[in-house]
């Protein structure tokens, strides 16, 4: 079993729906927890971070965290096209001022999203 | 200019050649990775590097070796590439020892690499 899974997708939504993105894990040690977006042909780029449990929120973006489920989500609203790319999850047991493996970051395969204009 | 440039963008070599993947980076992180991505596979990390003088293997480094010429550059080789070694590869950065937080990585745009 992988520490972290995510459904690939593809996920196709007219453009102004609510998005719904999802992570489970098995490491109940993992503390960390981010979004990562990638366009087509780029790396990824951090869209949101949060610690521990509870919500965080960047304009349209809702990140959630619920530790006693083991499940993270990504909530984008008014999707626009521009959001077309691949949401990975990923998430880290501890800070950056841990070495070792301790805060190397495990990702999710990533879930496709395709808005439609 | 990119924080984390990698060259190159695209490689087309054949099976037994020998092929250099380079970071650089501006980004003045200590650390440095190097992943693959393969469809249906996501990112798996080859090798990370937490200083100069600090190399480890990631999950999949058979085939692959790195070096980290200085704090800013950290390079991937195949030494005798195979088809199935066809990948998009990135590198990417992060700064350690800054408290508790994690800031998470910086990554490249990549190179897509095909083995043929």
Known sequence: QKEVE???????????????????YSNSAFQYFMWYRQYSRKGPELLMYTYSSG????????????????????FIRDS?????????????????????????????????????? | DADVTQTPRNRITKTGKRIMLECSQT???DRMYWYRQDPGLGLRLIYYSFDVKDINKGEISDGYSVSRQAQAKFSLSLESAIPNQTALYFCATSKGGQGARHYGYTFGSGTRLTVV
């Not at chain 1, 995510?6 to 489970?24: H, K, R």
């Open chain 1, 55 to 74: 919500n965080k929120e960047d304009g349209r973006f809702t990140a959630q965290v619920d530790k006693s489920s083991k499940y993270i989500s990504l």
């Open chain 1, 80 to 117: 626009q096209p521009s959001d077309s790319a691949t949401y990975l999850c990923a998430m880290s047991r501890g800070g950056m001022n841990y070495g070792g493996a301790t805060n190397k970051l495990i990702f999710g395969t990533g879930t496709l999203l395709a808005v439609q204009p």
């Open chain 2, 27 to 29: 980004k003045g992180h």
């Open chain 1, 6 to 24: 995510q459904d690939p997708g593809p996920l196709s939504v007219p453009e102004g729906a609510i998005v719904s993105l999802n992570c489970t």
